[in-house]
């Protein structure tokens, strides 16, 4: 196991070449210009060549490349074009943030979709079963930044628990209660549907019915057979799930204003800022990277016939 | 069951047999009913807008600011005192197209790569579909973002952006689809009878994937509605003057205390077309995947 890991942590040095290699020469062959953007009204044919020479600008793009893959082992990423703050340091500032916003909303999604799931499977075509059908069909339908409006809406202007939004710094933990909510809720609509049809399938397989058929308690039926064969499917879907939840986490910190790194992807766009939105893909790339690489550890944890070699 | 087992291997292009499950799926159930009543709903809007209201989409109107819904105006006004019910209307023309086209072209190029990549095999087949689950496995609206910058914020563009990011799902379920059929008997009795292997992935093979294209196409729709909202929402979509049910929502965001009207009905015009889409699609699934119709 321990030998498989380290095999895929080696892997990941290609991946992430590859990856930073990619957006960087697509930034560089978008449209727009950086110099444009920073000189604004003082914008001369001789002030942008300057500018373009102080940053580096002038040079082929797989030098910039290099120059930069080169600092950024070093763990220089350099600093944003815009204020000048160093990259390293607002991506430290930003990243907490948006981690601590996926693992609550994946609690409150786990919380609130595994347990509808699993009634829904026990009593198919009961009460439950239906209720939570048609919730979790409008809850994957409804864009999850409208949702967190009406959250807005309903708990910060007229009931006035929850802050509308804000930073984690100025209020609190209570600033992630509304978007861990508004993103949670997206996801535990799927998982209510996919740990449903997990259990649905397990539960019509030969060994559960010898498992009732000894006289086992229904509880332990559903939570120790059938419920642990059934976490693999779900587990699989919830590691396809990271890059969706990093789309979410743009557009729910959009809405409460909590600066975290998906805001910071888009601001970095809009901007042109490349040292900046080159360090989000990295670490982007790297938390997608390891996350997936924790899911596959976690196979093998749930099935102990899954071996890495 | 029976029946379509024998039909199936006699005539394996279309048969009455499967057009009356496809009526079924999408008539027989109160579910997929309402999705078809909600998507004729949203297509009668975008169709007839100009019939259906005396405004004019950017009619400016100072004097009647961010009024609440009334007589007059049914969904109230913005802060320019348009009507927002018009431009609700006149908004599905936006989502539909942006929805339709990009589905289709993902479905083409994704359709063709999936049936490219399990028609040939080998080394294409492993390159394609690593490269499939890179762009899988990769943050949409990022994807989204990077192939709107490098070709800057038009709607053919934002099609093409929404395209791109739903690629992937089709090669995968088409090449599933091809490596079955590729299996079947007829497949080898017409390559015997001397067709050509283009021939055969076009005229046999690929008539016979149709099923879970076809459903994946329908869900794709409401995906790709919803992504054309949260993109122009963020300011990377549909530009201003034009304007979406995603930039409605940025604008009535500034408004939710004193207009949450401006916010209210494109948010709930996005969830009930993404809802119509989805209740077609899954009916459709039910119908037409052998693997979960027993469920």
């Excluded at chain 1, 970095?268 to 596959?296: E, H, I, M």
């Amino acid at each position: 196991m321990l030998r498989y890991v380290l095999r895929r942590l080696v892997l990941l040095v290609p991946v992430l070449v590859g990856i930073t290699a990619l957006s960087f020469s697509i930034l560089h062959l978008a449209p727009g210009d950086p110099v444009y953007v920073l000189l604004g009204q003082e914008y001369t044919e001789e002030a942008a060549a300057q500018l373009r020479r102080e940053l580096g600008l002038d040079r082929p793009v797989l030098v910039q490349y290099v120059l930069w893959l080169g600092r950024a082992v070093r763990g220089e990423l350099g600093r944003d074009l815009i204020t000048g703050e160093k990259v390293s340091a607002q991506l430290a500032a930003r990243l907490p943030t948006t981690l601590l916003l996926a693992v609550t909303s994946m609690a409150v999604a786990l919380a609130l979709g595994l347990p509808t799931g699993i009634a829904s499977a026990w009593r198919r075509g009961g009460l439950v079963d239906h209720v939570s059908r048609v919730v979790a069909m409008v809850g994957v339908s409804v864009p999850v930044f409208w949702l967190g409006m009406l959250l807005i809406v309903l708990f910060s202007l007229k009931l006035q628990w929850l802050p509308p939004g804000g930073s984690l710094r100025d209020h609190g933990p209570v600033a992630l209660v509304l978007p861990s909510v508004t993103l949670g809720l997206t996801f535990a609509a799927l998982i209510a549907r996919i740990t449903r049809t997990a259990l649905l399938d397990v539960l019509g397989l030969d060994y559960v019915r010898t498992a009732r058929a000894k006289g086992l308690a229904e509880a332990a039926v559903l939570y120790r057979h059938a419920l642990r064969n059934a976490l693999i499917p779900i587990v699989t879907v919830l590691g396809l799930q990271v890059g969706n939840l990093l789309s979410g986490a743009v557009l729910t910190e959009t809405i409460f204003s909590l600066p975290g790194l998906g805001r910071l992807i888009v601001d970095s766009v809009l901007r042109r800022d490349y040292p900046l939105l080159q360090g989000c893909v990295l670490v982007t790339s790297l938390t997608f990277v390891l996350v997936n690489l924790a899911v596959d550890v976690l196979y093998a944890y749930l099935d102990p016939r899954i071996v890495y070699a | 069951m029976s029946v379509e087992v024998a039909s199936r291997t006699h005539l394996p292009v279309r048969t009455a047999v499967r057009d009356l499950r496809w009526t079924r799926a999408l008539f027989g159930q109160p579910t997929s009913l309402l999705g078809l009543v909600l998507l004729v709903f949203v297509v009668t809007a975008a169709v007839a807008a100009p019939l259906l209201t005396p405004y004019a989409q950017e009619a400016v109107d100072v004097e009647a600011r961010l009024q609440p819904p009334s007589a007059r105006h049914w969904m109230g006004t913005d802060q320019f005192g348009r009507d927002i019910l018009t431009r609700v209307l006149y908004g599905a023309r936006v989502s539909l197209v942006v929805g339709l086209l990009a589905t289709a072209l993902a479905t083409a190029a994704g359709a063709a790569l999936g049936a490219v990549a399990a028609f040939y095999g080998g080394a294409a087949d492993e390159f394609l579909m690593r490269l499939m689950d890179v762009l899988l496995a990769f943050p949409y609206i990022v994807l989204a973002i990077a192939v709107a910058a490098v070709l800057g914020p038009s709607l053919p563009n934002l099609i093409l952006a929404i395209a791109v990011i739903r690629v992937p799902q089709f090669a995968r379920v088409t090449r599933g689809a091809v490596l079955s059929v590729k299996q079947m008997a007829y497949v080898e009795a017409a390559r015997a009878a001397g067709a050509s292997p283009a021939r055969v992935l076009w005229r046999h093979v690929l008539p016979n994937c149709l099923n879970p294209v076809v459903v994946l196409a329908t869900l794709s729709a409401g995906t790709a509605i919803n992504a054309e909202a949260a993109l122009s929402f963020l300011g990377l979509g549909i530009q201003p003057p034009a304007s979406s049910w995603g930039t409605m929502l940025a604008d009535g965001r500034r408004f939710l205390l004193d207009a949450p009207w401006i916010a209210t009905f494109p948010g709930l015009a996005i969830s009930l077309t993404v809802l119509g889409c989805n209740l077609v699609g899954d009916a459709l699934r039910d119908a037409l995947d052998p693997t979960t119709a027993r469920r």
